[in-house]
């Protein structure tokens, strides 16, 4: 079975401008989290849903927003990019919404200019 | 506010030694902890995991020791392979969470042939 895959691998943007980041959840998985790790510290959390619906929302400001979708397939959107965005963006997904064990997809590493 | 905290930068330890990674949290509620350990240009993989109502959980050459009281996890590899060279992240779910992960910053482990 596939594990949990995103796209772009590497995105370079230039600052003020927006970005979208795509993750495919493992199949059957109906929670995809979102996480930002900046290098040398570990991933923060950004974003969880499940079942379309936001059930988390980590201390990121209001430039950043996602949604999921009726496949279970997630967005990271961001606006406004400032150079601190820089950093490895993680997608992770599990079966459903309680304490358990996320499985993580190898990142789009967003470098802004 | 660091709730899991993972105090050693960096460990390095001779190959088929122990290696011990550590790491403190503050938060009473957390009551799942995990290991995830991360190579270059991947995502974190899980490692280990430890509910709140044991003490140790053994997986092969990786032990997880929790000590509720001092508020202290630690994991043991034994023995030490340099295939084990990697980031190793704690992190720790609890309460109301619904599964968000809350991750110390890392300890870069080498084992040197």
């Known amino acids: 079975d596939a594990g949990v895959t995103q796209s772009p691998t590497h995105l370079i943007k230039t600052r003020g401008q927006q970005v979208t980041l795509r993750c495919s959840p493992i199949?059957?998985?109906?929670?995809v989290s979102w996480y930002q790790q900046v290098l040398g510290q570990g991933p923060q959390f950004i974003f969880q849903?499940?079942?379309?619906?936001?059930?988390g929302r980590g201390n990121f400001p209001d430039r950043f927003s996602a949604r999921q979708f009726p496949n279970y397939s997630s967005e990271l959107n961001v606006n406004a990019l400032l150079l601190g965005d820089s950093a490895l963006y993680l997608c992770?997904?599990?079966?459903?919404?309680?304490?358990?064990?996320?499985?993580f997809g190898s990142g789009t590493q967003l470098s802004v200019l | 506010d660091q709730q899991v905290k993972q105090n050693s930068p960096s460990l390095s330890v001779q190959e088929g030694r122990i290696s011990i990674l550590n790491c403190d949290y503050t938060?009473?509620?957390?009551?799942?902890f995990l290991w995830y350990k991360k190579y270059p240009a991947e995502g974190p993989t899980f490692l280990i995991s430890i509910s709140s109502i044991k003490d140790k959980n053994e997986d092969g050459r990786f032990t997880v020791f929790l000590n509720k009281s001092a508020k202290h996890l630690s994991l043991h590899i034994v023995p030490s392979q340099p295939g084990d060279s990697a980031v190793y992240f704690c992190a720790a779910i609890g309460g109301t969470s619904y599964g968000k992960l809350t991750f110390g910053q890392g300890t870069i482990l080498t084992v040197h042939p």
């Open positions: 199949s059957g998985h109906k929670s």
């Open positions: 849903y499940y079942e379309k619906e936001e059930r």
């Open positions: 992770a997904s599990k079966p459903g919404q309680g304490n358990e064990k996320l499985f």
């Open positions: 938060n009473s509620m957390f009551d799942y």
